[in-house]
Nanobody
Framework: QLQLEESGGGVVQPGGALRLSCKAS?????????VAWFRQAPGKEREGVAC????????YYADSVKGRFTMIRDVASNTLYLQMNNLKPEDTAGYYCARAVCNEKTITSGIRTSWGQGTQVTVSS
């Protein structure tokens, strides 16, 4: 059972950057998991923004964050990061990392997805 915990949110001005962390409970064994970063703003549906396998390989991004967000895998620390650059007010949301299903066209939750408390990102001047 893979457990994930998010951290690193905060308040940043438009154009600024933040790095979110997703600490995994078991990352270095031979079982690979598909993990994604999701976000949800008040009154809006949850959106998958970045997705990759813990074993490496391609990373998929939502169109809304392409070129600005980068999902990074650090095997040594069992951590998946979301580097967010050039942040915009519309990036304001709660951010969650969770097991997912994804390809080049879609990032979505699956039957094995469970949600943690997330970490809040607020982009405001």
């Amino acid at each position: 059972q893979l457990q994930l915990e998010e951290s690193g949110g905060g308040v940043v001005q438009p154009g600024g950057a933040l790095r979110l962390s997703c600490k995994a409970s078991r990352f270095r064994d031979q079982t690979f998991y598909i993990v994604a970063w999701f976000r949800q703003a008040p009154g809006k549906e949850r959106e998958g923004v970045a997705c990759m396998s813990t074993g490496g390989g391609p990373t998929y991004y939502a169109d809304s964050v392409k070129g600005r967000f980068t999902m990074i895998r650090d095997v040594a620390s069992n951590t998946l990061y979301l580097q967010m650059n050039n942040l915009k007010p519309e990036d304001t949301a709660g951010y969650y990392c969770a097991r997912a299903v994804c390809n080049e066209k879609t990032i979505t939750s699956g039957i094995r997805t469970s949600w943690g408390q997330g970490t809040q990102v607020t982009v405001s001047s």
